[in-house]
């Protein structure tokens, strides 16, 4: 089973990301700040990292580039996440060796959990409960179930009109 360590200074949010991605089966472990997340890193060695870009004490860009530099830390996977959306912070979260950047305002939950899955290049297995139980069957409707079926209308009439003399 992976390990995911969500990085985010809002608490609610860094709640909903890590039952969201606990619930694909992960294991999380979280952060709120670019300081935290570094001593995380080294200390739980996470698969993937998803990370916020503005935060107090140690921005996501600056964690990113210290994380790239540790010898323990350097293969991790880091997704990052911000509200910046221009091009610099793009290419600057890419220069520094994120293996993705989203934008939060152009993305969902499920769509970081596709990135997550994408990234680790893993799928989520099929939970137990939808594996075990059959395909639905069609069934015969009973006394208790009339089938109901449409029932044909005729076509209204249109009046005939007539051209020339009328006989």
Same mark, same amino acid.
């Given at each position: 089973?992976?390990?995911?360590?969500?990085?985010?200074?809002?608490?609610?949010?860094?709640?909903?990301?890590?039952? #969201?991605?606990? /619930?694909?089966? =992960?294991? &999380?472990? +979280?952060?709120?700040?670019? !300081?935290?997340?570094?001593?995380?890193?080294?200390?739980?060695?996470?698969?993937?990292?998803?990370?916020?870009?503005?935060?107090?004490?140690?921005?996501?860009?600056?964690?990113?580039?210290?994380?790239?530099?540790?010898?323990?830390?350097?293969?991790?996977?880091?997704?990052?996440?911000?509200?910046?959306?221009?091009?610099?912070?793009?290419?600057?979260?890419? #220069?520094?060796? /994120?293996?993705? =950047?989203? &934008?939060? +305002?152009?993305?969902?939950? !499920?769509?970081?959990?596709?990135?997550?899955?994408?990234?680790?290049?893993?799928?989520?297995?099929?939970?137990?409960?939808?594996?075990?139980?059959?395909?639905?069957?069609?069934?015969?409707?009973?006394?208790?179930?009339?089938?109901?079926?449409?029932?044909?209308?005729?076509?209204?009439?249109?009046?005939?009109?007539?051209?020339?003399?009328?006989?």
């Amino acid at each position: 089973m992976s390990k995911i360590m969500v990085v985010e200074d809002d608490a609610s949010l860094r709640e909903i990301y890590s039952i #969201r991605i606990t /619930a694909d089966g =992960y294991d &999380v472990v +979280s952060a709120g700040d670019g !300081e935290e997340a570094l001593a995380v890193a080294v200390r739980e060695k996470p698969d993937l990292i998803l990370s916020d870009v503005m935060m107090p004490k140690i921005s996501g860009f600056d964690m990113l580039d210290i994380l790239r530099s540790t010898p323990e830390t350097a293969d991790i996977k880091v997704i990052m996440m911000t509200a910046l959306s221009s091009d610099d912070q793009r290419a600057r979260g890419e #220069r520094l060796g /994120a293996n993705r =950047y989203l &934008v939060k +305002s152009q993305v969902g939950i !499920e769509d970081v959990v596709n990135a997550i899955h994408e990234v680790l290049g893993d799928r989520p297995a099929v939970p137990q409960s939808a594996a075990a139980q059959p395909a639905a069957q069609p069934t015969t409707p009973t006394p208790s179930q009339p089938m109901t079926q449409p029932v044909p209308q005729p076509m209204p009439q249109q009046p005939q009109t007539t051209y020339g003399p009328a006989q």
